[in-house]
């Protein structure tokens, strides 16, 4: 007799994967997340040289560091949804092979309009953090998903401090060429490392890519994010930078309208206006300006000379190195993350975070004399970053169906990226206004100010408590062991379906997985989580 096969909703129980093949996922995908990281940072410790070895004006340089910034706030929400529906260790390898490729450019050219390009195709790599936490999600037990998770979103935080030492060591004894060689061939033995260890998760979302949504949300973005990072430079009044903030609300506005008449949208906007979502979200971006932050005054207050009465005096290896605690306490906290987030969940592990962020600039404030004080306030401000960031995809996660979780992460990783242009456009303008003249009047020199750091910390401070005021009306999730608990199907809408083949009569009244093997959990009661 032919067998009947039926469409059935996804419940958001999945396949427990076994366990012996799920024990290199987390390492390989932390490391491409890693990775991604490095390839952002490796230009810190030449961008204030970047005129002089592009040939360039200053202005110009700059938009070697803006392309990938633009690139990466575009391809992230694009490549999550595309690994949605298309698979997301496909889509992974794909954004990696893609940074590999810029890098390889990067490392051919001195020309300033090539360099932009390779600098563009790099940041499509950004899209490896939610598709690696997608795949995560899909993939590995529950017991080990919180600190997997906590890993994988913290990895942009790991790679960008581990990364400053060793570029500074290269830019400063090599060619300023190998720094994009060492990405590349980080790159590649990611790609190696994923396509050999990591399975391709069977989970998909259904319906087809949303082309004209894809382009409207990245031109919408890059009419937002252009004249943040660029207002210093044109003037923030200047008709070009009011124009184009303009004209991103308006693109933006008819994307969204778009958006929810259309059967299959790039971003499930009633998911997202939900409150869970939407209040993660906006904490994300307060998270992403406070991360911004030590990351560009640390690193100057240490270089300045002494002669300025505050600097620190310390070469560019040696200032590396003492921000370097910022990524390596950010990675030491994942385990931390998962024993908290189990006990009183990720809403409480997002606030303690938040709190230990506004401590750590707070003490800052008082604490910027000596290179081991910027030492401590790398530790404390790497603690409460761990936590905030690792507590960002299991709030996420936790509201969103399974399938459609590629988009929802890539999403929330724009939001960090947008805090972060945020941060550097305000604190730039800071520093910039603040700056003070040192040297004789035939060789002055325009530098920062303390009164620009100090500034900068307070700015900072108070986005993080802004934060944590919008993470106090977050919904509490139940903790169960783990961080992830699935939103009731009657908050986020219709779930998606799956052909699978009948189940048997045998299994009437219980779950049925995604592949349709039977679940002994029972369904969850109408308008809630059990």
């Not at 998909?204 to 082309?211: K, N, Q, V, Y």
């Amino acid at each position: 007799m032919r067998r009947r096969t039926k469409r059935i909703r996804h419940t958001g129980e999945l396949p427990r994967p076994p366990k012996a093949r799920s024990g290199p996922i987390v390492p390989v995908l932390a490391f491409a997340g890693i990775t991604v990281a490095v390839m952002q940072t490796l230009l810190v410790p030449v961008i204030k040289d970047l005129p002089v070895l592009l040939s360039t004006d200053p202005a110009n340089a700059t938009w070697v560091m803006t392309a990938t910034l633009l690139a990466g706030a575009v391809s992230t929400p694009i490549m999550g949804r595309l690994g949605d529906l298309y698979g997301k260790r496909r889509m992974l390898l794909a954004s990696l092979a893609v940074m590999v490729i810029g890098s390889l450019i990067c490392a051919s050219t001195d020309d300033l309009v090539v360099m932009i390009v390779g600098r563009a195709l790099q940041g499509f790599a950004m899209g490896a953090i939610p598709l690696g936490i997608g795949i995560m999600r899909d993939e590995l037990p529950r017991e080990k998903l919180g600190s997997a998770m906590a890993l994988m979103s913290s990895s942009i935080g790991v790679g960008g401090g581990l990364a400053l030492p060793a570029a500074a060591l290269v830019a400063q004894h090599t060619d300023w060429h190998a720094l994009f060689l060492g990405s590349a061939g980080l790159g590649v033995l990611a790609m190696a490392l994923t396509y050999t260890l990591v399975p391709e998760p069977p989970l998909r979302a259904p319906g087809t890519f949303d082309f004209i949504g894809a382009f409207g949300l990245s031109l919408g973005l890059v009419l937002l994010l252009l004249p943040i990072t660029k207002g210093g430079d044109w003037g923030w009044a200047s008709a070009p930078t009011l124009g184009l903030l303009a004209a991103s609300v308006t693109v933006l506005v008819l994307w969204g309208l778009f958006e929810l008449r259309t059967p299959a949208p790039l971003v499930d906007l009633r998911t997202t206006a939900r409150r869970e979502v939407l209040l993660t979200n906006l904490a994300s971006i307060m998270v992403g300006v406070a991360f911004y932050a030590v990351s560009l005054v640390l690193p100057q207050l240490l270089q300045l000379p002494t002669s300025t009465g505050y600097g620190l005096g310390q070469s560019m290896v040696v200032a590396g190195l003492c921000v370097a605690p910022l990524g390596v306490t950010m990675m030491f906290v994942a385990p931390l993350y998962a024993r908290i987030s189990a006990r009183r969940g990720p809403k409480s592990t997002l606030m303690l975070g938040m709190l230990i962020i506004a401590i750590g600039y707070g003490a800052g404030l008082g604490l910027l004399s000596a290179a081991w004080q910027t030492v401590l306030i790398a530790v404390v401000l790497g603690a409460g970053i761990g936590l905030a960031y690792s507590s960002l995809p299991a709030l996420i996660i936790g509201a969103v169906d399974p399938s459609e979780t590629g988009a929802a992460n890539g999403l929330n990783t724009l939001m960090r990226s947008i805090g972060t242009s945020v941060s550097s456009a305000v604190i730039g303008m800071v520093l910039a206004n603040t700056s003070v003249t040192m040297g004789s009047v035939q060789g002055s020199v325009q530098v920062p100010s303390m009164e620009g750091f100090r500034i900068s910390f307070l700015i900072a401070t108070g986005a993080v408590l802004i934060g944590l005021v919008l993470a106090a009306f977050l919904p509490s999730q139940r903790p169960s062991g783990h961080p992830v608990l699935l939103a009731s199907s009657a908050d986020a809408g219709p779930p998606p379906v799956v052909s699978v083949q009948a189940a048997p009569a045998a299994t009437a009244g219980r779950t049925v997985r995604h592949d349709g093997a039977p679940s002994s959990a029972a369904p969850p009661p109408p308008g809630g989580t059990p």
